[in-house]
Nanobody, 114 residues
Framework: QVQLVESGGGLVQPGGSLRLSCVAGGITFSFWDMGWYRQVPGKQREVVAVSTSDGSTNYSDFVKGRFTISRDNAKNTVYLQMDNLKPEDTAVYYC????????WGQGTQVTVSS
């Protein structure tokens, strides 16, 4: 059974930084594409960044240059370093693991406010 546990969310001022972590269990981590998504109430969940099993990374335009996704296959962990945060980055951030099917974590709240 796939288990994804996110941590690292919280309240931060505009311009600040946070690092999200997602620890995966029940999978051969290195084979899986890992991603971060976010969702605000009333809107669809949107992709933020993806780290594929072959080592490539992809970012949505609204986070390019500010967020960095990375993974540690030895620790079964994917990270999202978020710098220069803006109020519009406020959302619940979800970890996603994909290999034939998608699996989701429970989400972690990120609030950017002064």
């Amino acid at each position: 059974q796939v288990q994804l546990v996110e941590s690292g969310g919280g309240l931060v001022q505009p311009g600040g930084s946070l690092r999200l972590s997602c620890v995966a269990g029940g999978i051969t981590f290195s084979f899986w594409d890992m991603g971060w998504y976010r969702q605000v109430p009333g809107k669809q969940r949107e992709v933020v960044a993806v780290s594929t099993s072959d080592g490539s990374t992809n970012y949505s335009d609204f986070v390019k240059g500010r967020f960095t996704i990375s993974r540690d296959n030895a620790k079964n962990t994917v990270y999202l370093q978020m710098d220069n945060l803006k109020p519009e980055d406020t959302a619940v951030y979800y970890c996603n693991a994909y290999w034939l099917a998608s699996h989701w974590g429970q989400g972690t709240q990120v609030t950017v406010s002064s």
